[in-house]
């Protein structure tokens, strides 16, 4: 009995932690899978260092304090404050853009969002195509345009690395415009294609953990929560076994 209950409880945790990463390896429908790892803490890093080199300047990260990140991404506050803050913030205030208002809806038309939530909002497989899909557009107000969040009011923020992406365009029908059957860049970045994918996944896990940065914690409890619970359901098990000893003997 009890080893076959001790089997049943394995298979069950078995299960339970095979399902966690087929889940997340699911993409969303006509998106590739992000592949994002928040618990991977050198990837946060290169994609906090990527969103304060690259994204900062026009989007905020206004639910995450800079003295939260030097804890979560296992970093001084000297390292923050010397490599991460270029705003001029102090270590317990939020991260917020130092672009005014007015300028960025002179340029961009609106203000650009907040990115806090954004991957709970569009969900990372979202972030990663996009990130990955933008191509040049000279019919666009910004010169870009991007083929999962078609005429977005962005420019590619990441071109330097990626390089210069162009759109080929399928033969077009009588009174429609031509698709967009594929992207190929033009003039190589300072990435290779796998390297510029390795970026944004490293900015898109970073953007997961910005939208839940108490997910690490939680899930590093997680585990220890579920091993006190296995452990205790065994020992109520015996202790029940125990109580019911004589009465089956009696019978």
């Known amino acids: 009995m009890i080893k076959r209950y001790i089997y049943s409880l394995a298979l069950a945790l078995g299960l339970a932690a095979a399902t966690i990463p087929a889940l997340a390896a699911e993409g ?22 990527l969103f304060f080199n690259y994204c900062v300047g026009c989007h905020s990260l206004k639910y995450v304090r800079y003295s939260r990140l030097a804890t979560d991404l296992g970093l001084s506050e000297e390292e923050v404050m010397t490599n991460l803050n270029f705003t001029g913030a102090k270590f317990g205030e939020p991260v917020i853009s130092h672009m005014p208002a007015d300028s960025a ?16 909002a569009k969900g990372v497989d979202f972030i990663f195509n996009y990130l990955n899909s933008f191509y040049l557009d000279p019919s ?32 077009a029908k009588p009174g429609e415009e031509a698709a967009v059957e594929k992207l190929e860049i033009t003039t190589p970045g300072r990435m290779t294609p796998e390297q510029f994918r390795g970026a944004t996944r490293d900015l898109t896990t970073f953007l997961e953990y910005a939208a839940e940065p108490a997910a690490l914690e939680r899930q590093s409890i997680g585990v220890w929560v579920i091993l006190f619970l296995a452990g205790l359901t065994f020992l109520l098990y015996l202790l029940k076994h125990e109580y019911w000893k004589d009465v089956h003997e009696s019978h």
């Open 28 to 49: 969303e429908e006509g998106l590739a899978p992000a592949g994002t790892n928040v618990a991977d803490r050198a990837s946060l890093q290169r994609g906090a260092k």
């Open 140 to 171: 666009r107000p910004v010169g870009w345009n991007n083929t999962v969040f078609p005429n977005a009011s962005m420019p590619n923020p990441l071109w330097e690395l990626q390089g210069l992406q162009s759109a080929v365009h399928g033969e």
């Open 105 to 120: 809806k002179t340029w961009f038309g609106k203000d650009p969002p907040d990115l806090s939530l954004e991957a709970r």
